[in-house]
């Protein structure tokens, strides 16, 4: 089955400065991947999301890239503010199957003002 | 449209209760997930229901069990509650398998 590890654990940076999270994947038949945000007492919120047919997907100050051939994906945020602070959670599933969508463990982000 | 609702959003319990929470999905999806999220653990799956059938589970014991009406609606009932139950116990509605899923608040579940 797939399995996704999520990349750092961990991650303060600075206001305005810019935020990286890394996951791999395991399925090369893996075609949809999410990605979520949850802030604390919340339910995770989805954020943004890429299919395996786009290489790059921006929405504002976020993107995510996709590589299908290293079988890897990376969530970028830009000029981060302190309200992107919240646990941050990347996701694989193969769309069409019936397999579950699998996450990673999930990344705490922690933006100082 | 209204999102994904659970109630009751807060429970405490005791060890050898058993419990039922509820997951109403977004209109028109009829695949519910539920997942437990622990701290430090992550997100992890319990079981997948579509259109009343349970299409996928996880590794959960028999205790963990889950149900799903035609209207789309959910359960989960665990039994026997122990102490290590206590978690978020979080609902994600789909309009099918595979497809962008969405959570509701969840309900935190303490057992003492």
């Not at chain 1, 395996?52 to 890239?65: F, H, L, P, W, Y």
């Not at chain 1, 990376?74 to 919240?86: F, G, K, M, R, V």
């Not at chain 2, 701290?39 to 205790?63: A, D």
């Amino acid at each position: 089955g797939e399995n996704v590890e999520q990349h750092p654990s961990t991650l303060s940076v600075q206001e305005g400065d810019s935020a990286v999270i890394k996951c791999t994947y395991s399925d090369s038949a893996s075609n949809y991947f999410p990605w979520y945000k949850q802030e604390l007492g919340k339910g995770p919120q989805l954020i943004i999301d890429i299919r395996s047919n786009v290489g790059e997907k921006k929405d504002q100050r976020i993107a995510v890239t996709l590589n299908k051939t290293a079988k890897h994906f990376s969530l970028h945020i830009t000029e981060t503010q302190p309200e992107d602070s919240a646990v941050y959670f990347c996701a694989a599933i193969r769309q069409g199957g019936s397999e579950k969508l699998v996450f990673g463990k999930g990344t705490k982000l922690t933006v100082n003002p | 449209k209204a999102g994904v609702t659970q109630t009751p959003r807060y429970l405490i319990k005791t060890r050898g209760q058993q419990v039922t929470l509820s997951c109403s999905p977004i209109s028109g999806h009829r695949s519910v997930s539920w997942y437990q999220q622990t701290p430090g653990q992550g997100l992890q799956f319990l079981f997948e229901y579509f259109s009343e059938t349970q299409r996928n589970k996880g590794n959960f014991p028999g205790r963990f069990s889950g149900r799903q009406f035609s209207n789309s609606r959910s359960e989960m009932n665990v039994s026997t509650l122990e102490l290590g139950d206590s978690a978020l116990y979080l609902c994600a509605s789909s309009l099918d398998t595979g497809t962008s899923q969405f959570f509701g608040p969840g309900t935190r579940l303490t057992v003492l």
